[in-house]
């Protein structure tokens, strides 16, 4: 394996720190939090495009950065 460096915050590295298991090295566990997004579904297989946009999708519906249904149509003009 090729290694390389990429640069990231010392909050990131010290959470991926607490995740990671003895002896499990930050590749595996990176590799690890990636296969967690789904690769399909009955139709098909995700682009790698979508899964990263899904990924976000889910971020954002973890950090409260979602709007209700009832929000987007009061928006619209439609109730």
């Known amino acids: 394996m090729v290694n390389t ?4 915050s010392q909050s990131t590295r010290s959470k991926l720190a607490k995740m990671k298991m003895q002896n499990e090295s930050y590749d595996d566990l990176i590799n690890a939090l990636i296969d967690i997004v789904p690769s399909g579904d009955d139709e098909g297989e995700y ?3 979508f899964k990263a946009s899904l990924m976000r999708s889910l971020i954002d519906i973890k950090k ?3 709007h209700s249904l009832e929000d987007v149509k009061k928006q619209l003009g439609i109730e």
Do not use: A, P
């Open 47 to 49: 682009t790698e495009e």
């Open 64 to 66: 409260g950065r979602t």
């Open 5 to 8: 460096t990429i640069q990231i």
